[in-house]
């Protein structure tokens, strides 16, 4: 079975730098897509930033050129890079990993950023 564990959220003034990071323990194969959403309140969770095990990414329009997402495949690990945030940033972001052999999709806690005005 596999488990996100995240860290890295917290409180930040308007401008400022997060990096979260996220590692999955257990057994992952083959292809898989590794990634971060938000939640903020009221409103439904998004895609933020992900990265599949080929490299590949897709960021949402709302983060390009602010932040970035990279991932180290040996130690199943997925980090978020966040400058320049805005008070829209804040949410809480759940790290998501996706596989396809077998067909799951797992989900982490959830850590809160707050981006303060």
């Known amino acids: 079975q596999v488990q996100l564990v995240e860290s890295g959220g917290g409180l930040v003034q308007a401008g400022g730098s997060l990096r979260l990071s996220c590692a999955a323990s257990?057994?992952?194969?083959?292809?898989?897509?590794m990634g971060w959403y938000r939640q903020a309140p009221g409103k439904q969770r998004e895609l933020v930033a992900v990265?599949?095990?080929?490299?590949?990414?897709n960021d949402a329009d709302s983060v390009k050129g602010r932040f970035t997402i990279s991932r180290d495949n040996a130690k199943n690990t997925v980090h978020l890079q966040m400058n320049s945030l805005k008070p829209e940033d804040t949410a809480v972001y759940y790290c998501?990993?996706?596989?396809?052999?077998?067909?799951?999709?797992?989900w982490g806690k959830g850590t809160l950023v707050t981006v303060s005005s």
């Open positions: 998501n990993l996706k596989t396809w052999a077998p067909v799951r999709d797992y």
């Open positions: 990265v599949a095990s080929s490299g590949a990414t």
């Open positions: 257990g057994s992952i194969f083959g292809f898989n897509v």
